[in-house]
């Protein structure tokens, strides 16, 4: 669509102004702290963060996750793979080619593949299955490193969750296997393992902890949830690119000291209906800004 | 005599008909299922991380909060994983200390080969030193820790053992198991303890 392509255009010459956000969102936080300025960094970036959150709502092209939600409508309408086709005919849940508001309804069930994908799992199984993409290149070293841009399935992913923008998030949980996965990721969020003896718990089940300066939200807490789960995928400033909440939960499990999770298989994904069913209800702002 | 069976059956139904309506039930054994095919690429010296021990496994099941014959059980446990230095001093290096309760290497998938030893990564989770503010929350502020305990003796081997295993204290404890899940030695254990309960640190001045 002609408008669509303006639309791109527009959003390409406002990035060029982005480059200076890490500066204005971390400030001081980099370098390391003289400690009577400790607490005042955690303001600073807090304040950062939040004046970065008003410019964004007068102004949602500003922030940098656009364009990835460019660059993820691109792939999913440009035939591609060895098959040349585009993903126009992926069915997300709410049909083949209906993108606008299925994010809303993810993590779900999915009778072709009898089984519950989120989105990323979904985009792979698209990818391959329309596209001919083979499944073990797509999943081998799914995220970018710091500083380089989300890979592909994290562009698809970014553009279908901003497709439904301003919707809540409401899995459907009709079917067994959808509840079966978020007990399962119930139990999984309380699950310890590794090293550390971490479960996702021990860092996200109570108010007002944090890690050396970084907050730690109460994800268990559905009203806590909902702040922050419908903010994925989002832009997160300290390793300047988009991350998806497979990505999110990936650099948990490296904090946990677990080795690389699989994208798209089974923890990741009962873990993300268990955080999506806590924070039913709440509001899908993604890409989101974070830290 | 029909109505009679007829009400036994439908008592007998009853509790199934009401346990398949609530959510499924996630056993330890499912969810290892589901650990195991979503760390397909994991190299074979790290299969040990997808599995728990037994006190992981409780843990997790009472959700940190054991039934007190379970607690009992853990602690005891645990108490048996600690070993102490051959000579008997308990207290190390202060300064080393300092370095390792900084440190929150060692471990990740992106820390191999090691560049450098594991540290304690105490200020993650603990307010230690005056000095340094940029420190977490999740276990309790030990500024002036020795100082409050007047650096007794009974403190430095109780810090000795927090370290080496908190779950030998309480079962179920949040902090790592850092001694006894082979994440730090003995020697660096014992600069950690200094680093808490000497007199001469800053985490006491």
């Not at chain 1, 527009?10 to 969102?25: D, E, G, K, M, Q």
């Not at chain 1, 939200?217 to 991350?243: D, I």
């Not at chain 2, 979503?38 to 728990?52: G, V």
């Amino acid at each position: 669509m002609p408008q669509q392509q303006e639309e791109g255009r527009v959003r390409r010459v406002r990035r060029a102004t982005l480059w200076l956000l890490p500066w204005v969102v971390t400030g001081g936080l980099e370098i390391t702290l003289a400690p009577s300025l400790a607490q005042d960094a955690i303001d600073a970036s807090e304040k950062g963060i939040q004046r970065y959150r008003q410019m964004l709502k007068a102004d949602p092209w500003s922030n940098p996750a656009m364009l990835d939600v460019d660059r993820g409508e691109a792939l999913w309408k440009t035939p591609r793979g060895p098959k040349a086709v585009s993903l126009d005919g992926c069915d997300l849940g709410k049909g083949p080619g209906v993108v606008k508001g299925a994010f809303a309804e993810l993590p779900r069930y999915f009778t072709d593949a009898d089984r519950v994908m989120d989105a990323e799992a979904r985009i792979v199984w698209c990818m391959e299955k329309l596209q001919g993409f083979e499944r073990a290149a797509l999943l081998k070293n799914p995220y970018p490193g710091g500083g380089r841009a989300t890979k592909d399935i994290g562009a698809l992913a970014t553009y279908v969750a901003y497709e439904s923008n301003g919707q809540k998030l409401m899995p459907t949980l009709d079917h067994p296997k959808e509840k079966e996965a978020l007990a399962l990721g119930e139990a999984l969020f309380f699950r310890r393992g590794g090293p550390m003896d971490f479960a996702c718990a021990t860092c996200h089940a109570d108010q007002g902890k944090r890690i050396r300066l970084q907050g730690l939200p109460p994800l268990s807490k559905p009203v806590e949830a909902r702040k922050v789960v419908g903010e994925w995928p989002a832009y997160r400033v300290s390793s300047n690119h988009v991350m998806t909440m497979e990505h999110r939960i990936y650099d948990c499990f490296w904090q946990m000291r677990m080795p690389e999770v699989d994208l798209g298989s089974e923890v990741p994904v009962a873990l993300t209906m268990y955080l999506v069913k806590t924070a039913e209800g709440g509001e899908i702002n993604a890409p989101g800004l974070k830290r | 005599m029909p109505a009679f069976f007829l009400v036994a059956l439908i008592i007998a139904l009853l509790p199934a008909a009401s346990a398949s309506a609530q959510s499924p039930v996630i056993d330890s054994a499912r969810m290892q299922t589901a650990v195991k095919q979503s760390w397909t690429q994991a190299p074979p010296e790290w299969q040990t991380r997808l599995t728990q021990d037994e006190t992981m496994a409780a843990c997790s099941q009472y959700r940190n909060n054991p039934p007190r014959v379970v607690a009992q059980t853990i602690v005891a446990r645990e108490k048996a994983s600690i070993k102490y230095p051959a000579d008997g001093k308990l207290i190390g290096d202060w300064k080393k200390g300092q370095k390792l309760a900084q440190s929150g290497y060692g471990g990740r998938f992106t820390d191999y080969p090691p560049r450098t030893e594991n540290g304690g990564n105490c200020y993650a989770c603990h307010q230690l030193s005056g000095g340094e503010l940029s420190f977490g929350t999740l276990g309790p502020s030990l500024l002036e820790y020795g100082k409050s305990r007047k650096f007794s003796e009974a403190d430095v081997k109780a810090v000795y053992d927090r370290i080496y295993n908190p779950q030998a204290v309480v079962a179920c404890a949040s902090m790592p198991r850092l001694g006894a899940n082979g994440h730090l030695s003995i020697e660096q254990i014992k600069d950690l303890v200094a680093y808490v309960m000497s007199s001469d640190s800053p985490v006491n001045k």
